[in-house]
């Protein structure tokens, strides 16, 4: 870009800045993504043919007056309240971050396969908005996300999510009956969410995303994007592993009994089925079998007040605390 071209677009910004109130930093974020906006308007008219400084020209023609678009700005960007109040921000949305990472983690122990998947969404998407609304230095489309009625509503539902119970799901396996050659296994999980729930997951997760879009800065969109989708895969990808060791051992143990029913014609017991039974992968399972069905305990290791439980006489998996 020549010279002059470089003097035009410097005086527009400096100019803006100059009419844009506030604390100096907030100035400086508006004033790098309005000339973001404008390389990008430049680039976009070359594209179409047009010189240099007919581009300049139409991309600054399009920013309008730097004073109205200052005023305008000044309308729709909310104050921040000095660096005091900032600071405040700050402290109050990171322990918000750092309690819904506890609260994911909680969830995810007290559910079991999608039920679990299903709890660390919503519980995200119930403080997400929350702790964008406290974080500064966000650049939004509008101001009216700031009101009392988003904040609050979103502020109520992290608490109603906060102090609420517990999930589980049932995953249907067929047992081993004598004189099968062969039993396969069938997981159909049963989804117990109540209608209240849905309607506010939905809720939350609709306010999470119109936030999400109306983030001005694409760099800042992305960010916060890239730390939700790293803070779910940080609690998720744990319990995916420790359920699936589960899986193995459950899919052993039952592998295991429909070959001694296949030879004897009746079930192994208790003893005889921790005696010589297989292998299994994960540490401290404990093993029961009555006549005609079986079952695993197994306290989770990443957290040890929750228990993983499978019962193949009623055909489900549970979480007990």
């Not at 000044?74 to 700050?90: A, S």
């Not at 009956?177 to 997951?201: K, M, N, R, W, Y």
């Not at 089925?273 to 306290?299: I, M, Q």
């Amino acid at each position: 870009m020549n010279e002059t071209s470089h003097q035009r677009i410097d005086g527009f910004l400096s100019r803006l800045e100059g009419a844009l109130t506030g604390p100096a930093s907030r100035s400086r974020d508006i004033v790098n993504e309005v000339k973001a906006d404008l390389d990008d308007h430049i680039e976009r008219f070359r594209a179409n043919g047009l010189s240099e400084d007919e581009a300049v020209d139409r991309a600054l023609e399009e920013m309008g007056n730097p004073y109205e678009l200052a005023h305008q700005v000044g309308r729709e960007v909310p104050p921040f309240g000095g660096e005091w109040l900032t600071v405040i921000r700050y402290l109050a949305a990171g322990g918000l971050a750092i309690w819904l990472l506890v609260l994911m983690w909680t969830f995810r122990a007290w559910s079991y396969g999608t039920d679990g998947v299903r709890a660390v969404f919503c519980v995200v998407c119930l403080h997400a908005p929350v702790i964008l609304l406290l974080w500064p230095r966000i650049i939004w489309r509008r101001n009216w996300l700031f009101g009392v009625i988003p904040a609050g509503a979103a502020f109520l539902a992290a608490l109603v999510l906060g102090a609420g119970g517990t999930t589980h799901s049932s995953e249907p396996v067929p047992l081993p009956q004598p004189g099968d050659p062969a039993v396969e296994l069938a997981s159909t999980p049963e989804s117990g969410l109540p209608l209240a729930g849905i309607i506010l997951f939905t809720t939350a997760a609709i306010l999470t995303a119109v936030l999400l879009l109306a983030i001005q800065q694409r760099v800042q969109r992305r960010r916060v994007f890239l730390l939700l989708v790293g803070g779910i895969l940080l609690v998720e990808i744990p319990f995916e592993i420790e359920e699936f060791l589960f899986r193995k051992d459950r899919e052993l143990v039952r592998e295991h009994i429909a070959g001694v029913v296949d030879r004897t014609g009746s079930f192994p017991n208790t003893d005889e089925l921790r005696n010589d039974g297989p292998e299994l992968h994960a540490k401290g399972v404990s093993v029961y079998s009555t006549e005609d069905d079986f079952s695993l305990f197994w306290n989770r290791p990443l957290s040890s007040g929750f228990a993983i439980c499978f019962s193949a006489k009623d055909n489900r998996v549970w979480i007990q605390d």
